[in-house]
């Protein structure tokens, strides 16, 4: 079975500051994607951003970057300069051959002015 | 360009009836995928549609059915509606079944009374 699990139910953080969300996940494929999604309350799922698993470098998109532990299977993702429009869940995501997209149980995240 | 397109945005049914729920896909996708977010948690993968057949099924019961069109767009159908179908459902797709580049409606909330 193929899981991801997301320890942290909420988080919360000041304004400007860093907020790291943790994210592990289980599968016996060797080749996958790893996502991390955002869900405001306007329920629209936006990517965050995305990671190959063949590829050794952690993504980066602006603020937003992943620690990506092949081995560990352990997927973080790190929100720098934090921003009130930040403020959404938080969704863990992979997906394998099998073309079906698994999702941890989300993390809130909520920015403090 | 538009992007993914659900639709209806709300609906609510009482308990034993049936529903339709209907997607567009981003111009250019062919395949499109049906999840199911129930309140709190995170998306469940429901099915897989590609040329005009289910390709990939999740953990669902016969009573969800779905069909895509030659335009590529789709349906999901449910059956005999239950208290526990009540949950926001998603429609991604993608192209050529490729799941590394989703792209999410906004969903339909389907509220079962």
């Known amino acids: 079975a193929q899981t991801v699990t997301q320890s942290q139910p909420e988080m919360s953080v000041q304004e400007a500051e860093t907020v790291t969300l943790s994210c592990t996940y289980d599968?016996?494929?060797?080749?996958?994607?790893l996502f991390w999604y955002k869900q405001p309350p306007s329920r629209q799922m936006i990517l965050v951003i995305r990671?190959?698993?063949?590829?050794?470098q952690n993504a980066t998109e602006n603020r937003f970057s992943v620690n990506f532990q092949k081995a560990a299977k352990s997927f973080s993702l790190k929100i720098s300069d934090s921003q009130l429009g930040d403020t959404a869940m938080y969704f863990c995501?992979?997906?394998?051959?099998?073309?079906?997209?698994?999702f941890g149980a989300g993390t809130t995240v909520t920015v403090r002015a | 360009d538009a992007g993914v397109t659900q639709s209806p945005t709300h609906l609510i049914k009482t308990r034993g009836q049936q529903v339709t729920l209907r997607c567009s896909p981003k111009s250019g996708h062919d395949t499109v995928s049906w999840y199911q977010q129930a309140l709190g948690q995170g998306p469940q993968f429901i099915f897989q549609?590609?040329?005009?057949?289910?390709?990939q099924r999740g953990n669902f019961p016969d009573r969800f059915s779905g069909h895509q069109f030659p335009n590529y767009s789709s349906e999901l159908n449910v059956n005999a509606l239950l208290l526990g179908d009540s949950a926001l459902y998603l429609c991604a797709s993608s192209l050529d079944r490729g799941g590394e580049k989703l792209f999410f409606g906004s969903g339909t909330q389907l509220s079962v009374l």
């Open positions: 995501a992979f997906i394998t051959n099998d073309y079906k997209l698994s």
């Open positions: 990671q190959e698993a063949y590829k050794q």
């Open positions: 599968t016996s494929e060797n080749n996958y994607y």
């Open positions: 549609y590609y040329e005009e057949e289910e390709r």
